[in-house]
DNA sequence: GTCTATATCGCGATAGAC
DNA sequence: GTCTATCGCGATATAGAC
Protein backbone atom coordinates (compact mmCIF):
# COMPACT_ATOMS: atom_id res chain seq x y z
CA UNK A 1 0.00 0.00 0.00
CA UNK A 2 2.48 2.46 1.08
CA UNK A 3 4.44 1.44 -2.47
CA UNK A 4 2.17 1.67 -4.30
CA UNK A 5 0.54 5.19 -2.72
CA UNK A 6 4.64 6.44 -3.55
CA UNK A 7 4.22 5.13 -7.65
CA UNK A 8 1.04 6.37 -8.05
CA UNK A 9 1.47 9.95 -6.69
CA UNK A 10 5.02 10.07 -8.77
CA UNK A 11 3.45 8.63 -11.83
CA UNK A 12 -0.26 9.03 -11.90
CA UNK A 13 -3.22 6.03 -12.05
CA UNK A 14 -1.51 5.17 -16.14
CA UNK A 15 2.21 5.55 -15.44
CA UNK A 16 2.63 2.56 -13.00
CA UNK A 17 2.83 -0.71 -13.83
CA UNK A 18 1.55 -3.17 -11.45
CA UNK A 19 4.75 -5.36 -11.87
CA UNK A 20 6.54 -1.96 -10.62
CA UNK A 21 4.43 -1.51 -7.67
CA UNK A 22 4.63 -5.61 -6.95
CA UNK A 23 8.26 -5.35 -6.96
CA UNK A 24 8.79 -2.03 -4.89
CA UNK A 25 6.70 -3.88 -2.24
CA UNK A 26 8.23 -7.11 -2.51
CA UNK A 27 5.53 -9.43 -3.59
CA UNK A 28 4.96 -10.75 -6.64
CA UNK A 29 2.70 -9.31 -9.10
CA UNK A 30 -0.16 -12.44 -8.91
CA UNK A 31 0.35 -11.73 -5.52
CA UNK A 32 -0.32 -8.41 -5.79
CA UNK A 33 -3.56 -9.23 -8.19
CA UNK A 34 -4.74 -11.70 -5.05
CA UNK A 35 -5.42 -9.94 -2.97
CA UNK A 36 -6.32 -6.19 -4.92
CA UNK A 37 -7.67 -8.29 -7.70
CA UNK A 38 -7.70 -5.43 -10.31
CA UNK A 39 -5.64 -2.28 -10.55
CA UNK A 40 -8.65 0.49 -9.84
CA UNK A 41 -9.13 -1.96 -6.91
CA UNK A 42 -5.67 -1.39 -5.21
CA UNK A 43 -6.05 2.35 -6.50
CA UNK A 44 -9.09 2.71 -4.79
CA UNK A 45 -8.09 1.32 -1.63
CA UNK A 46 -5.24 3.26 -1.75
CA UNK A 47 -7.27 6.65 -1.97
CA UNK A 48 -9.62 5.15 0.50
CA UNK A 49 -6.63 4.78 2.87
CA UNK A 50 -5.28 8.77 2.10
CA UNK A 51 -8.72 9.74 3.13
CA UNK A 52 -8.91 8.04 6.46
CA UNK A 53 -5.71 10.06 7.69
CA UNK A 54 -6.72 12.98 6.15
CA UNK A 55 -9.93 13.33 8.07
CA UNK A 56 -8.35 12.45 11.01
CA UNK A 57 -5.93 15.02 10.73
CA UNK A 58 -8.55 17.84 9.32
CA UNK A 59 -11.75 17.37 11.80
CA UNK A 60 -10.23 19.28 14.44
CA UNK A 61 -11.89 22.51 13.70
CA UNK A 62 -15.64 20.96 13.91
CA UNK A 63 -15.27 19.14 17.43
CA UNK A 64 -13.48 21.92 19.34
CA UNK A 65 -15.48 24.55 21.09
CA UNK A 66 -11.86 26.52 21.06
CA UNK A 67 -12.20 30.18 20.32
CA UNK A 68 -11.69 31.31 16.98
CA UNK A 69 -7.85 31.87 16.57
CA UNK A 70 -7.21 28.54 19.05
CA UNK A 71 -9.26 26.62 16.62
CA UNK A 72 -7.94 27.90 13.73
CA UNK A 73 -4.78 28.33 14.34
CA UNK A 74 -4.88 24.61 15.48
CA UNK A 75 -6.57 23.53 11.98
CA UNK A 76 -3.96 24.98 9.70
CA UNK A 77 -1.04 22.93 11.60
CA UNK A 78 -2.71 20.01 11.14
CA UNK A 79 -2.97 20.59 7.35
CA UNK A 80 0.29 21.42 7.05
CA UNK A 81 1.64 18.87 9.06
CA UNK A 82 -0.62 16.00 7.04
CA UNK A 83 1.23 17.77 3.79
CA UNK A 84 4.69 17.39 5.79
CA UNK A 85 3.80 13.69 6.99
CA UNK A 86 1.78 12.38 3.97
CA UNK A 87 3.26 14.25 1.04
CA UNK A 88 2.18 11.31 -1.93
CA UNK A 89 -0.80 10.56 0.17
CA UNK A 90 -1.78 14.19 -1.03
CA UNK A 91 -0.71 13.56 -4.15
CA UNK A 92 -2.45 10.81 -5.09
CA UNK A 93 -5.32 12.33 -3.94
CA UNK A 94 -4.93 15.51 -6.14
CA UNK A 95 -3.66 13.87 -9.18
CA UNK A 96 -7.41 12.22 -8.68
CA UNK A 97 -9.34 14.98 -8.24
CA UNK A 98 -7.02 16.97 -11.37
CA UNK A 99 -8.43 14.23 -13.44
CA UNK A 100 -12.09 15.11 -12.74
CA UNK A 101 -12.24 12.35 -9.69
CA UNK A 102 -12.97 9.54 -12.05
CA UNK A 103 -12.58 6.71 -9.77
CA UNK A 104 -13.51 8.52 -6.35
CA UNK A 105 -16.54 11.03 -6.59
CA UNK A 106 -17.92 9.29 -4.95
CA UNK A 107 -16.17 9.17 -1.38
CA UNK A 108 -15.60 12.55 -1.97
CA UNK A 109 -18.62 13.35 -1.89
CA UNK A 110 -19.82 11.21 0.71
CA UNK A 111 -16.83 11.76 3.28
CA UNK A 112 -14.84 14.87 2.17
CA UNK A 113 -17.60 17.42 1.71
CA UNK A 114 -19.83 16.80 5.06
CA UNK A 115 -16.51 17.43 6.71
CA UNK A 116 -16.27 20.36 5.26
CA UNK A 117 -19.62 21.47 5.49
CA UNK A 118 -19.48 21.10 9.30
CA UNK A 119 -16.44 23.01 9.66
CA UNK A 120 -18.53 26.25 7.42
CA UNK A 121 -21.33 25.57 10.28
CA UNK A 122 -18.20 26.00 12.97
CA UNK A 123 -17.34 29.54 11.02
CA UNK A 124 -20.86 30.48 10.94
CA UNK A 125 -21.71 30.12 14.55
CA UNK A 126 -18.21 32.06 15.29
CA UNK A 127 -20.07 35.01 12.70
CA UNK A 128 -23.06 34.76 14.71
CA UNK A 129 -21.34 35.17 18.13
CA UNK A 130 -20.02 38.10 16.53
CA UNK A 131 -16.18 36.80 16.85
CA UNK A 132 -15.41 36.60 13.15
CA UNK A 133 -16.30 38.57 10.14
CA UNK A 134 -18.77 37.46 7.53
CA UNK A 135 -17.37 35.19 4.92
CA UNK A 136 -17.93 33.32 1.98
CA UNK A 137 -16.92 30.59 4.50
CA UNK A 138 -17.03 28.06 1.25
CA UNK A 139 -14.25 29.55 -0.36
CA UNK A 140 -12.07 30.82 2.80
CA UNK A 141 -12.01 26.55 3.52
CA UNK A 142 -11.14 26.48 -0.25
CA UNK A 143 -8.33 28.35 0.11
CA UNK A 144 -7.64 27.21 3.35
CA UNK A 145 -7.03 23.62 1.97
CA UNK A 146 -5.32 24.95 -1.24
CA UNK A 147 -2.69 26.79 0.74
CA UNK A 148 -1.73 23.88 2.91
CA UNK A 149 -1.81 21.57 0.70
CA UNK A 150 0.15 23.11 -1.84
CA UNK A 151 3.38 22.50 0.12
CA UNK A 152 2.94 18.43 -0.11
CA UNK A 153 1.77 18.81 -3.58
CA UNK A 154 3.77 21.41 -5.61
CA UNK A 155 6.60 20.70 -3.28
CA UNK A 156 9.05 20.02 -6.10
CA UNK A 157 8.42 23.75 -7.69
CA UNK A 158 8.23 24.84 -4.02
CA UNK A 159 12.02 23.89 -3.69
CA UNK A 160 13.04 25.21 -7.02
CA UNK A 161 11.50 28.92 -5.91
CA UNK A 162 13.30 28.33 -2.45
CA UNK A 163 16.68 26.85 -4.14
CA UNK A 164 16.63 23.86 -2.09
CA UNK A 165 16.71 20.14 -2.70
CA UNK A 166 13.82 19.45 -0.30
CA UNK A 167 11.56 21.22 2.15
CA UNK A 168 12.35 21.29 6.10
CA UNK A 169 10.76 21.69 8.48
CA UNK A 170 11.31 25.44 8.91
CA UNK A 171 10.42 26.03 5.46
CA UNK A 172 6.57 24.28 7.10
CA UNK A 173 6.97 26.75 10.27
CA UNK A 174 7.50 29.83 7.65
CA UNK A 175 4.75 28.74 6.06
CA UNK A 176 2.22 28.06 8.35
CA UNK A 177 3.26 32.04 10.23
CA UNK A 178 2.33 33.08 6.63
CA UNK A 179 -0.99 31.32 6.64
CA UNK A 180 -1.78 31.90 9.76
CA UNK A 181 -1.39 35.12 9.70
CA UNK A 182 -3.47 35.72 6.47
CA UNK A 183 -6.27 33.97 8.02
CA UNK A 184 -6.10 35.41 11.25
CA UNK A 185 -5.55 39.15 9.91
CA UNK A 186 -8.88 38.90 7.61
CA UNK A 187 -11.22 36.65 9.49
CA UNK A 188 -11.26 38.34 13.08
CA UNK A 189 -12.76 41.39 14.19
CA UNK A 190 -9.74 42.44 16.38
CA UNK A 191 -6.41 40.81 14.94
CA UNK A 192 -4.12 40.66 18.06
CA UNK A 193 -0.38 41.07 17.31
CA UNK B 1 -2.02 20.56 -28.94
CA UNK B 2 -5.53 21.42 -27.54
CA UNK B 3 -6.56 17.59 -27.58
CA UNK B 4 -3.12 16.90 -25.92
CA UNK B 5 -3.37 19.53 -23.57
CA UNK B 6 -7.18 18.18 -22.73
CA UNK B 7 -6.19 14.60 -22.47
CA UNK B 8 -2.82 14.98 -20.66
CA UNK B 9 -5.03 16.90 -18.14
CA UNK B 10 -7.75 14.63 -17.69
CA UNK B 11 -5.15 11.20 -17.70
CA UNK B 12 -2.23 12.09 -16.93
CA UNK B 13 1.11 11.77 -19.10
CA UNK B 14 1.01 8.07 -19.20
CA UNK B 15 -2.83 7.51 -18.84
CA UNK B 16 -3.46 8.58 -22.41
CA UNK B 17 -2.00 6.84 -26.08
CA UNK B 18 -0.80 8.77 -28.62
CA UNK B 19 -3.62 7.14 -30.62
CA UNK B 20 -6.17 9.06 -28.45
CA UNK B 21 -4.68 12.22 -29.08
CA UNK B 22 -4.22 11.91 -32.72
CA UNK B 23 -7.87 10.64 -33.25
CA UNK B 24 -9.20 13.01 -31.15
CA UNK B 25 -7.45 15.66 -32.85
CA UNK B 26 -8.37 14.75 -36.03
CA UNK B 27 -4.80 12.98 -37.53
CA UNK B 28 -3.36 9.89 -37.49
CA UNK B 29 -0.77 8.36 -34.84
CA UNK B 30 1.35 8.55 -37.43
CA UNK B 31 0.99 12.37 -38.52
CA UNK B 32 1.03 13.08 -35.09
CA UNK B 33 4.71 11.54 -34.85
CA UNK B 34 5.93 13.41 -37.81
CA UNK B 35 5.60 16.77 -36.14
CA UNK B 36 6.20 15.72 -32.40
CA UNK B 37 8.88 12.60 -32.82
CA UNK B 38 8.49 11.14 -29.41
CA UNK B 39 5.77 11.12 -26.62
CA UNK B 40 7.78 13.18 -24.44
CA UNK B 41 8.45 15.78 -27.40
CA UNK B 42 4.55 16.95 -27.37
CA UNK B 43 4.17 16.15 -23.64
CA UNK B 44 6.93 18.94 -23.44
CA UNK B 45 5.94 21.45 -26.20
CA UNK B 46 2.44 21.30 -24.26
CA UNK B 47 3.90 22.27 -21.36
CA UNK B 48 5.65 25.29 -22.96
CA UNK B 49 2.60 26.17 -24.38
CA UNK B 50 0.64 26.47 -21.05
CA UNK B 51 3.89 28.23 -19.43
CA UNK B 52 3.78 31.05 -22.44
CA UNK B 53 0.46 31.95 -21.77
CA UNK B 54 0.67 31.26 -17.54
CA UNK B 55 3.35 33.93 -17.67
CA UNK B 56 1.15 36.37 -19.86
CA UNK B 57 -1.21 36.47 -17.41
CA UNK B 58 1.13 37.05 -14.32
CA UNK B 59 3.53 39.35 -15.24
CA UNK B 60 0.96 41.85 -13.90
CA UNK B 61 2.75 42.45 -10.51
CA UNK B 62 6.26 43.26 -11.81
CA UNK B 63 5.72 45.33 -14.68
CA UNK B 64 2.85 48.43 -12.87
CA UNK B 65 4.08 51.07 -10.70
CA UNK B 66 0.50 50.88 -9.46
CA UNK B 67 -0.08 50.75 -5.77
CA UNK B 68 0.19 47.63 -3.92
CA UNK B 69 -4.09 47.30 -3.81
CA UNK B 70 -4.48 48.05 -7.25
CA UNK B 71 -1.22 46.04 -8.44
CA UNK B 72 -2.76 43.11 -6.21
CA UNK B 73 -6.09 43.43 -7.10
CA UNK B 74 -5.18 42.83 -10.78
CA UNK B 75 -2.44 40.10 -10.04
CA UNK B 76 -5.26 37.99 -8.13
CA UNK B 77 -7.82 38.76 -11.10
CA UNK B 78 -5.36 37.67 -13.43
CA UNK B 79 -4.34 34.61 -11.39
CA UNK B 80 -8.21 33.60 -11.51
CA UNK B 81 -8.66 34.44 -14.99
CA UNK B 82 -6.24 32.12 -16.24
CA UNK B 83 -7.82 29.36 -14.08
CA UNK B 84 -11.13 29.90 -15.37
CA UNK B 85 -9.96 30.11 -19.28
CA UNK B 86 -7.03 27.78 -19.53
CA UNK B 87 -8.06 25.26 -16.40
CA UNK B 88 -6.65 21.98 -19.08
CA UNK B 89 -3.05 24.16 -19.27
CA UNK B 90 -3.45 24.28 -15.23
CA UNK B 91 -3.78 20.79 -14.66
CA UNK B 92 -1.20 19.31 -16.91
CA UNK B 93 1.52 21.81 -15.23
CA UNK B 94 0.03 20.70 -11.62
CA UNK B 95 0.44 17.14 -13.02
CA UNK B 96 3.47 17.72 -14.17
CA UNK B 97 4.82 19.52 -10.45
CA UNK B 98 3.12 16.77 -8.28
CA UNK B 99 4.93 13.84 -9.82
CA UNK B 100 7.83 15.95 -9.08
CA UNK B 101 8.76 17.63 -12.77
CA UNK B 102 10.65 15.10 -14.13
CA UNK B 103 10.23 16.42 -17.71
CA UNK B 104 10.17 20.37 -17.01
CA UNK B 105 11.89 21.62 -13.50
CA UNK B 106 14.31 23.23 -15.87
CA UNK B 107 12.17 25.17 -17.40
CA UNK B 108 10.93 25.90 -14.37
CA UNK B 109 14.54 27.19 -13.21
CA UNK B 110 14.26 29.06 -16.06
CA UNK B 111 11.05 30.88 -16.58
CA UNK B 112 9.16 30.48 -13.21
CA UNK B 113 11.54 31.15 -10.68
CA UNK B 114 12.92 34.45 -12.07
CA UNK B 115 9.36 35.63 -12.70
CA UNK B 116 8.47 34.90 -8.92
CA UNK B 117 11.33 36.57 -8.04
CA UNK B 118 10.50 39.69 -9.71
CA UNK B 119 7.26 39.25 -7.63
CA UNK B 120 9.31 39.64 -4.51
CA UNK B 121 11.11 41.95 -5.81
CA UNK B 122 8.37 44.12 -6.19
CA UNK B 123 6.41 43.24 -2.44
CA UNK B 124 9.97 44.24 -1.23
CA UNK B 125 10.18 47.70 -2.10
CA UNK B 126 6.43 48.09 -1.12
CA UNK B 127 7.59 47.15 2.17
CA UNK B 128 10.59 49.48 1.95
CA UNK B 129 8.45 52.32 1.35
CA UNK B 130 5.93 51.63 4.46
CA UNK B 131 2.80 50.79 2.05
CA UNK B 132 3.17 46.86 3.01
CA UNK B 133 4.12 45.00 6.30
CA UNK B 134 6.94 43.09 6.38
CA UNK B 135 6.18 39.48 5.61
CA UNK B 136 7.61 36.59 3.68
CA UNK B 137 7.30 37.28 0.36
CA UNK B 138 7.98 33.44 -0.84
CA UNK B 139 5.46 32.07 1.38
CA UNK B 140 2.88 34.58 0.44
CA UNK B 141 3.39 34.24 -3.50
CA UNK B 142 3.09 30.37 -2.98
CA UNK B 143 -0.21 30.63 -1.20
CA UNK B 144 -1.78 33.24 -3.61
CA UNK B 145 -0.44 30.93 -6.44
CA UNK B 146 -2.04 28.03 -4.58
CA UNK B 147 -5.61 29.49 -3.89
CA UNK B 148 -5.95 30.99 -7.25
CA UNK B 149 -5.03 27.84 -9.13
CA UNK B 150 -7.07 25.66 -6.80
CA UNK B 151 -9.96 27.45 -8.93
CA UNK B 152 -8.68 25.21 -11.84
CA UNK B 153 -7.00 22.14 -10.60
CA UNK B 154 -9.24 21.06 -7.94
CA UNK B 155 -12.33 22.22 -9.83
CA UNK B 156 -13.65 19.08 -9.68
CA UNK B 157 -13.70 18.79 -5.65
CA UNK B 158 -15.25 22.29 -5.64
CA UNK B 159 -17.75 21.34 -7.37
CA UNK B 160 -18.82 18.74 -5.71
CA UNK B 161 -18.43 21.33 -2.38
CA UNK B 162 -20.45 23.75 -4.12
CA UNK B 163 -23.20 20.96 -4.99
CA UNK B 164 -22.94 22.14 -9.00
CA UNK B 165 -22.00 20.68 -11.55
CA UNK B 166 -19.45 22.95 -12.80
CA UNK B 167 -17.84 26.39 -11.69
CA UNK B 168 -19.48 29.82 -12.99
CA UNK B 169 -18.06 32.94 -13.76
CA UNK B 170 -20.49 33.84 -10.19
CA UNK B 171 -17.82 31.27 -8.63
CA UNK B 172 -14.50 32.68 -9.57
CA UNK B 173 -16.18 36.19 -8.67
CA UNK B 174 -16.79 35.07 -4.51
CA UNK B 175 -13.35 33.01 -4.88
CA UNK B 176 -11.41 36.67 -6.15
CA UNK B 177 -13.84 38.46 -3.53
CA UNK B 178 -12.66 36.26 -0.66
CA UNK B 179 -9.08 35.71 -1.64
CA UNK B 180 -8.45 39.77 -2.28
CA UNK B 181 -9.86 40.30 1.18
CA UNK B 182 -7.97 37.91 2.91
CA UNK B 183 -3.91 38.72 1.03
CA UNK B 184 -5.20 42.86 1.08
CA UNK B 185 -6.09 42.45 4.81
CA UNK B 186 -2.88 40.69 5.73
CA UNK B 187 0.06 42.93 3.59
CA UNK B 188 -1.52 46.57 3.71
CA UNK B 189 -0.68 48.74 6.59
CA UNK B 190 -3.98 50.39 6.23
CA UNK B 191 -6.73 48.10 5.11
CA UNK B 192 -9.96 50.28 3.54
CA UNK B 193 -13.35 48.64 3.57
C1' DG C 1 4.14 14.92 -45.81
C1' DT C 2 0.96 11.23 -45.45
C1' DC C 3 -0.17 6.56 -45.94
C1' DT C 4 0.04 1.08 -44.84
C1' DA C 5 2.34 -2.16 -42.52
C1' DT C 6 4.79 -3.88 -38.86
C1' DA C 7 8.31 -4.45 -35.25
C1' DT C 8 8.89 -4.86 -30.36
C1' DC C 9 7.61 -4.57 -26.04
C1' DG C 10 5.09 -4.29 -21.64
C1' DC C 11 0.61 -4.10 -19.90
C1' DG C 12 -3.48 -6.09 -16.98
C1' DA C 13 -5.49 -10.20 -16.16
C1' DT C 14 -6.28 -15.33 -16.13
C1' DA C 15 -5.50 -20.48 -15.73
C1' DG C 16 -4.05 -24.13 -13.33
C1' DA C 17 -0.42 -26.88 -10.73
C1' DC C 18 0.92 -27.44 -6.07
C1' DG D 1 -1.98 -18.55 -1.02
C1' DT D 2 1.77 -18.63 -3.97
C1' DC D 3 3.97 -20.26 -7.99
C1' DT D 4 4.90 -20.74 -13.42
C1' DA D 5 3.12 -19.94 -17.66
C1' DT D 6 0.66 -17.44 -20.85
C1' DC D 7 -3.14 -15.05 -23.19
C1' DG D 8 -4.71 -10.99 -25.65
C1' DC D 9 -4.24 -6.47 -26.21
C1' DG D 10 -2.60 -1.91 -26.96
C1' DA D 11 1.38 0.86 -26.39
C1' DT D 12 5.43 3.60 -28.67
C1' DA D 13 8.05 3.80 -32.45
C1' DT D 14 9.97 2.65 -37.10
C1' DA D 15 10.28 1.37 -42.18
C1' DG D 16 9.25 2.21 -46.59
C1' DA D 17 5.92 3.04 -50.56
C1' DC D 18 3.89 6.89 -52.79
Not at 17 to 36: C, M, N, P, R
Not at 144 to 166: H, M, N, R, V
Amino acid sequence: MEAAKRLFAQHGYGGVSLDTIASEAGVSKQGLLYYFPKKVVLYRAVLQNVLDVWLDYMDVLGHRDDDPETALRTYIAGKLRFSREHPHGSRVFASEVIAGAPHFADEIERRVVPALHADEQVYRRWVERGLCRPMDTRHLMVVLWAATQAYADFASQICLILGKPELEQQDFDDAEKVIVEMVLRSVLRNPGD
